[in-house]
């Protein structure tokens, strides 16, 4: 069937790789809280939480608690970046 016969199908996919994209993020970052919403036609906000506390120290040296970004790809580059901030601090590099 041709493509232009099939109705929806463009939302339907995107739907489909938005909840493909969650997926992967959550199993890949799981000490974050990752959701999607879209407040309005247009308008989706990916953010994850970080589910444990934060030191003042971690907060300085650029950790965040809470990061967000316009889709998933964003998101899944802040997130990388936070995750090296953790395992810098937990292998010493950080001054007390």
């Known amino acids: 069937m041709p493509l232009e016969g099939r109705t929806g199908s463009s939302a339907e996919s995107e739907t489909q790789l938005a909840g493909r994209q969650l997926e992967v993020l959550r199993t890949t970052y799981p000490a974050w809280e990752i959701q999607v919403r879209t407040d309005e036609p247009g308008a989706t906000r990916w953010t994850a939480v970080l589910r444990r506390p934060i030191t003042a120290q ?34 010493g590099r950080w001054p007390d």
């Open 58 to 91: 971690m907060a300085a040296a650029g950790l965040r608690r809470r990061i967000c970004g316009p889709d998933a790809i964003t998101l899944a580059g802040a997130l990388a970046h936070q995750v090296s901030l953790l395992h810098n601090r937990r292998s």
